[in-house]
């Protein structure tokens, strides 16, 4: 991609988005990169650092507004109701997730933009989806609206990719880790709460079964995967907006386990909620095979690296007064 870089990053105060925003400015420059949100205000972070603005991504003119002002050529779409939030309300779920999607698409083929990134997510699988090594290639029955939204949502940028000639990227994102920013209702966000808990009290009461076993990935992994694709080669690229990406695949017990290596006296219980219906359809493990052939992808933190960084970050923040 040549020229200057002018993004915009919709959902720009959410766990991933608030963090990529702030990399992509490292990366191009604080004001070629115009950080979204909707109704959460910003992390100073992310507001003094850059520029910030408010868009309901389900109002195109909204959009059309700021890409034009800004001379946006490259979006990255994590605008998103995520799993658990989407079963709470699937009619919301269904107008942000494919309606925010459709409006992106159609302005960025008609602002003839360079570069679109799509992320989807393991909830695109489903109960008849191999358990182990899930390809990336299979049956896709998910359980969800949320899972549904972003199948379709795969589906919708791989035909602007093919009907219209655009560079539409995605990314199916495992669980993410993050000592940043709080989750934002999916199903995998026991796996963050659990380290807030345990630097402040020491125990924690677990939403799903102790031998739940999904994927995850740690925030810089998933930092890293994400500019990686959008900055690879276009012809390199087979897929478009369904990529496998593996970081690592523990349950809930050994990631309590971890925790405990570190802070003995934690207590970790387990309470199964509505939650756990959800997790038991998603597989346990990713084959991201494409994903490595086609743009070199290789993770960099494992179980005992995350759990060592979760821990240092959040308990100098702790000390601080910061959580």
Request: aromatic share 8%; glycine share 8%; proline share 5%.
């Amino acid at each position: 991609m040549s020229g200057t870089r002018r993004v915009l990053v919709t959902g720009a105060v959410g766990q991933i988005g608030s963090e990529l925003t702030l990399a992509l400015r490292e990366r191009y420059g604080a004001q070629n990169v115009i950080a979204a949100g909707h109704r959460t205000d910003p992390s100073s972070a992310l507001r003094d650092s850059g520029p910030f603005t408010r868009i309901d991504v389900t109002d195109r003119e909204q959009i059309e507004q700021v890409v034009t002002r800004h001379k946006i050529n490259t979006i990255y779409h994590m605008a998103a109701i995520l799993s658990a939030v989407g079963e709470e309300n699937p009619q919301l779920a269904w107008n942000v997730n494919m309606g925010g999607l459709y409006n992106i698409l159609e302005l960025a083929k008609e602002h003839k933009m360079a570069r679109i990134f799509v992320p989807s997510s393991i909830a695109v699988f489903g109960p008849e989806t191999p358990r182990d090594c899930a390809p990336q290639e299979t049956v896709l029955h998910p359980t969800t609206i949320y899972g549904v939204s972003k199948v379709a949502g795969e589906l919708l940028g791989d035909y602007y990719a093919h009907r219209f000639s655009m560079d539409v990227r995605g990314l199916r994102y495992p669980g993410i880790i993050s000592s940043e920013t709080p989750p934002g209702g999916g199903t995998t966000d026991y796996a963050v709460e659990i380290f807030y808990e345990a630097i402040k009290h020491r125990r924690y009461t677990c939403f799903v079964r102790e031998d739940t076993v999904l994927p995850m990935m740690y925030m810089p992994d998933c930092i890293k995967a994400t500019i990686d694709l959008m900055e690879s080669d276009l012809y390199c690229l087979k897929h478009h907006c369904n990529f496998n990406v593996a970081g690592m695949s523990f349950s809930a017990g050994e990631l309590a386990a971890e925790i405990k290596k570190h802070l003995p006296e934690f207590i970790c219980d387990y309470r199964p909620d509505f939650r756990q219906e959800i997790a038991d359809s998603w597989p346990k493990s990713l084959d991201d095979r494409p994903a490595r052939e086609e743009w070199g992808w290789k993770r960099e933190y494992d179980l005992a690296a995350m759990t060592i960084d979760m821990l240092q970050k959040l308990g100098k923040r702790y000390a601080e007064g910061d959580l």
